[in-house]
């Protein structure tokens, strides 16, 4: 019988070659689209593998020597169960803990409120469709393109006491010229408004891709209605928002906790330790003074922040995803 079969394709190869050729080209065709097929999804896997691996390994690994004693200029590191973190929940560390959450927590809470309503407020305006919209967009967006480090140190410049240019205009305004970033009581509002200047354009986009995508028969109803542009802001608007609105919370959150070049690129956590967050202090405890067992537990701290914080939002987006979707 199989003898029979490869006389039949030798037939064939011999009488009608051409069509011998199409058959095999065919048949390696299927065979290679079998093999994609099988292979593509554990290509596509295999990056996020390692990404994933790339994530938890870093993770575990400073978790995991937040425990110990580390210091390489004295040895090897020794186990010491919680007493890198009682160290700071004490205050032992200086910079102290809850000075450096303080700091953090008003940075956040201040960034992402004031971001909030100015994006809300460009998202408003700009989501109208008029000449020249587009321009207006890029503009407002380049804000945003520029890395943190740059913008840190563009605006420092514009801070200096003697040639910085917001003090040459509060001249005029009949202002006295002050040390913006090294003032104790202005560093940190200072540092606030160079993250608002850069990441509220991100704020507005997002706000604006999230009311164009909003269903446009409740709003044609509310204006034949004769509603207000208030009424129709607060109980159409804001409650079909509120997805985006979270997103928008979720990456500001987690950017301004772990925030660390910018703050670092202004003051260095300076003056007096007005601006020093958690990230600073723990670059200054690992990086500085090789403590590396606080610098870790600086950090996981930070990481439980970002989670929980992380969690609650993610939480109330889905119970306001499906709210909009009843």
Do not use: C
């Not at 554990?42 to 937040?66: E, K, M, N």
């Amino acid at each position: 019988m199989h003898r029979n079969k490869n006389n039949e394709h030798a037939a064939v190869s011999i009488f009608f070659p051409d069509a011998a050729a199409k058959i095999r080209s065919y048949l390696v065709r299927v065979k290679r689209r079998i093999i994609t097929r099988k292979t593509i999804p554990y290509l596509l896997y295999f990056p996020a593998f390692i990404a994933t691996v790339g994530i938890l390994y870093p993770f575990f690994h400073s978790v995991v020597l937040s425990f110990y004693d580390y210091n390489p200029t004295y040895g090897m590191p020794h186990f010491i169960g919680i007493g890198n973190y009682i160290d700071l929940f004490r205050g032992a560390t200086s910079p102290s803990f809850w000075l450096s959450l303080r700091v953090t927590l008003i940075y956040a809470f201040a960034n992402i409120s004031i971001q909030l309503i100015f994006g809300l407020g460009i998202a408003l305006l700009l989501v109208r469709t008029f000449r020249g919209y587009r321009i207006i967009r890029a503009v407002v967006l380049f804000p945003f393109m520029i890395p943190p480090i740059i913008e840190a140190m563009m605006w420092k410049l514009m801070y200096e006491p003697v040639t910085g240019i917001i003090n040459y205009i509060g001249s005029f305004l009949g202002m006295p010229r002050m040390g913006w970033l090294g003032d104790a009581a202005w560093a940190l509002p200072s540092v606030i408004a160079i993250d608002v200047h850069n990441f509220t354009p991100f704020v507005a986009i997002i706000l604006i891709a999230g009311l164009q995508s909003l269903p446009k028969r409740p709003f044609e109803a509310a204006q034949v209605d004769g509603a207000s542009s208030w009424f129709i802001l607060k109980n159409l608007t804001f409650p079909l928002l509120k997805p985006v609105i979270y997103i928008v919370l979720l990456f500001r959150l987690i950017e301004s906790l772990i925030m660390f070049d910018m703050i670092y690129g202004a003051t260095k956590g300076g003056p007096a330790n007005a601006t020093m967050s958690i990230h600073v202090n723990a670059y200054y405890h690992g990086m500085r003074w090789t403590m590396f067992g606080h610098a870790f537990a600086f950090l996981v701290i930070l990481w439980a922040m970002v989670f929980v914080g992380s969690f609650f939002i993610i939480r109330a987006w889905r119970k306001a995803l499906e709210a909009r979707l009843l």
